[in-house]
């Protein structure tokens, strides 16, 4: 429980907060629910990144060879953390371009003629500057990676289990076994009268 002291100094703060007051700070919050989409279930992409996942995806599906419905939803995983992990490594690299892109030209004027050294240095500034975006990106990469090394190791117990099945009638309850299940029933009909 808070004191009535506090609940009143609240009430006036939240009062003094009413958002982002330009033009430009409006249009920026409006994407706070677009991030990544590392983490999210609705993937939003262009009709041209759309187009690319999904040949992405059926060129890995077309490989993966699933053949039930349970082989599809593995595999479909697998293609979707694959493209994810792409994502990643597109992201950390836009992140480095933006912070080149916003920094002024003379911001290594120790060696103002090489442009090699003028890319190394601004990267390592980029990478100290946001550099929990960057630790953020590595725990999302280990986690795909995880996940895609189960899914794998699931899709391939699921198809060698089906192969196994498909190679063994038996198993599939279809074969012929020189056992009768029921031997009551084989001596009726050996000893019913032939008509």
């Known amino acids: 429980m808070i004191s009535e002291k506090q609940l009143e100094a609240n009430r006036r703060n939240a009062l003094r907060s009413c958002g982002p007051a330009s033009v430009q700070g409006k249009k920026r919050v409006s994407l706070n629910n677009l991030r990544h989409g590392l983490t999210g279930q609705t993937t939003v992409l262009s009709p041209e990144d759309r187009a690319a996942h999904d040949q992405f995806c059926a060129g890995l599906l077309h490989c993966l060879q699933p053949e039930n419905a349970l082989e599809l939803q593995v595999a479909q ?42 890319t190394a240095l601004n990267s390592a500034r980029v990478f100290l500057s946001d550099a929990k975006q960057f630790a953020l990106l590595s725990i999302y990469e ?54």
């Open 77 to 118: 995983s697998i293609a979707e953390d694959h493209w994810r992990l792409n994502r990643v490594f597109v992201i950390e690299s836009n992140i480095f371009a933006l912070g080149h892109f916003e920094s002024p030209a003379a911001s290594s004027e120790a060696h103002p003629d090489d442009i090699e050294i003028h």
């Open 142 to 195: 280990q986690r795909i990676h995880r996940n895609l090394q189960k899914s794998i190791a699931q899709l391939d117990d699921l198809q060698t289990a089906r192969k196994q099945h498909a190679a063994d009638p038996a198993q599939n309850g279809f074969g012929f076994a020189n056992v009768p299940i029921h031997p009551e029933i084989t001596t009726k009909i050996s000893t019913s009268p032939a008509t």
